[in-house]
Structure formats: C-alpha cells, structure tokens
C-alpha cells in the first residue's frame, strides 16, 4: 500500500463546478497534512496547511479526518486558472515527507 | 523573503556525461535542504536531505551524490549520466516549525534530458 494515495483523475468539470478531492495516508502517526499545487512543467507551490477542524481559504476548503486516515480538498466555482495538478502531502515527522502522485484537475469554459 | 534559485532550468546531457545542478536559498539560514526528482506523469521521489553543512542522507541508492559546501548552497552531481536519470530536478527548502511539522518550498526545477 502507498503511503499517500491520491485519484489521479483528470477530473474534467466546467467551470463554475464544485469539485472535491480525496486522499489516503497510512501511517497513523502522521504529524500535518498539507495541499500542493503543481502546474505543467513548473515547481509545486503550497496551497493550504490542513488543520483537524478544517479550514477554508477562498474557495479552497480542506478537510483532515485521522480516524479515517483522509484528507479532502473542496474547490467551489471552479476557474480556468485552477486547472492543475493537486498533490496532497503528509508529513510523517523528523525529515519525512510523503507527496501523493497528484490528481490532475482540468476545467473547461 | 526567501527564495530558492536552480539552474540551470534545462538541459540535455548524453549518457555517461557527468552532471551537477545547483540549488542556492537566499533570506534564510540553516534550511533544510532536499533533492527530489519527478519522473514524467509520476510523483516526487526524494534523493537526498540535508540538516547543515556536509550533512547528506541519502534515501535512494543511485549513481547520484549530492553535496552541501555552504549552508545555503546544495549540489546534486553524477559521475556518469544513465538513461533512467531523466526528469525533473526539484531542490526544496524547509524548517522545521515543532509540532506544526515542516512546509517545503521548492525551486523552479531542473528538466533534464539524457540521450
């Protein structure tokens, strides 16, 4: 099993859509979660820290369940510039760091 | 601020060539400092970190060294180039914040090509 497990699309969906993804962790004793976005050909670029009781920034909503051992990214009234590929990152203490394959997120006019 | 600078940004290199790509990070001191590499439509395979001067771990053994002369400045180098070292370079940056864990900043990349 991975450590990080993420869909990895492409979710298509026009805009304006709400669109939500997922992501598995398996090490329970994961310390924080964050969400990373990573447009072709360029640098991933952090999008939001995900905090137990959920957080929101804009239109990004990110959610942690530890009981499940899932975070969730929540995109409502999707833009063309969101179009990317989204990569959730579980950061498991000391120097370890675990970035998911990413889901690719394409939205259409 | 800070920021993290790689060059160069591309580069195609012939198998068995040696390599060494550069990382600096400016408006920062003692980052942590990390190599990855992305091989195309994958995720981030992580190479080496670095906790200070000459202070390398390694997490995959490859035909890669890299090498930390100054505190801001990180080098992944090769001896001889191998097909398979084809991807994209990401240096990345962090400190560690106690129980907030760690964020990573990365620079622009490396594309590197090996034929």
């Known amino acids: 099993r991975k450590e990080v497990e993420q869909d990895p699309g492409p979710f298509n969906v026009p805009e304006g859509a709400t669109v939500a993804f997922n992501c598995t962790y398996s090490?329970?004793?994961?310390?924080?979660f964050f969400w990373y976005r990573q447009d072709c050909r360029k640098e991933p670029k952090l999008l939001m820290s995900?905090?137990?009781s959920g957080n929101e920034d804009g239109r990004f909503t990110a959610q942690l369940n530890r009981a499940s051992q899932y975070i969730s990214l929540l995109i409502r009234d999707s833009k063309l510039s969101d179009s990317a590929t989204y990569l959730c990152v579980v950061y498991t203490g000391g120097f370890k760091t675990i970035f998911g394959a990413g889901t690719r997120l394409f939205v259409k006019a | 601020s800070q920021t993290i600078h790689q060059w160069p940004a591309t580069l195609v290199q012939p198998v068995g060539s040696p390599l060494s790509l550069e990382c600096t990070v400016e408006g920062t001191s003692n980052p942590n400092l990390y190599w990855y590499r992305q091989a195309a439509g994958r995720g981030l395979q992580l190479l080496f970190y670095s906790v200070g001067i000459g202070q390398i771990s390694s997490e995959v053994p490859q035909n890669l060294s890299a090498s930390r002369p100054q505190d801001r400045q990180f080098i992944l180098s090769s001896k001889k180039l191998l097909l398979s070292d084809s991807g994209f370079y990401l240096c990345a940056w962090s400190v560690l914040r106690g129980r907030s864990g760690e964020t990573q900043y990365f620079g622009p990349g490396t594309r590197l090509l090996v034929l």
């Open positions: 090490n329970s004793a994961s310390q924080s």
């Open positions: 995900v905090y137990s």
